[in-house]
Nanobody
Framework: EVQLQASGGGLVQAGGSLRLSCAAS????????IGWFRQAPGKEREAVSC????????YYADSVKGRFTSSSENTKNTVYLQMNSLKSDDTAVYYC??????????????????WGQGTLVTVSS
C-alpha cells in the first residue's frame, strides 16, 4: 500500500522557518518524483516544489524560489521541504504527493497519482 506521511507543520511568525518531512512507503522510492503542493483557504491546490528522481533536480514555484529547498534522503525514503523567510501568503495545508514518473519537471496536480495527508502551516504576521 502506497503511503505518504507528511509532518512538520505548525504556527510560525513571518520571517521564520519550518521543515516539512514526507515519509514514503509501499513503493520503489527511486521510481517516482515526490512533490509538495499546498492549498490555502478558498484557493486551488498549487505546486510548491517537486524533486526529480531521474536526476535529483528540484523544481520550485516562482513564489517560493530562493526561500524553499527540497531535498531527498533516499536511505530513509523521506523528502524534506525546508521553508525559510516564511510569509503570511505561505499559510496553507501542505501535501506531499507521488508523481507518476521519476521526473519532477511535470510538477502539476494532474501528474500526481497518490496524495498524502496534509500538514497545516500557519504564518502569523
Amino acid at each position: 500500500e502506497v503511503q505518504l506521511q507528511a509532518s512538520g507543520g505548525g504556527l510560525v511568525q513571518a520571517g521564520g522557518s519550518l521543515r516539512l518531512s514526507c515519509a514514503a512507503s509501499g513503493f520503489t522510492f527511486d521510481d517516482h518524483a515526490i512533490g509538495w503542493f499546498r492549498q490555502a483557504p478558498g484557493k486551488e491546490r498549487e505546486a510548491v516544489s517537486c524533486i526529480s528522481k531521474s536526476d535529483g533536480m528540484a523544481y520550485y514555484a516562482d513564489s517560493v524560489k530562493g526561500r524553499f529547498t527540497s531535498s531527498s534522503e533516499n536511505t530513509k525514503n523521506t523528502v524534506y521541504l525546508q521553508m525559510n523567510s516564511l510569509k503570511s501568503d505561505d499559510t496553507a495545508v501542505y501535501y506531499c504527493a507521488r508523481l507518476m514518473s521519476a521526473s519532477g519537471y511535470q510538477c502539476y496536480t494532474d501528474q500526481v497519482d497518490y496524495w498524502g495527508q496534509g500538514t497545516l502551516v500557519t504564518v502569523s504576521s
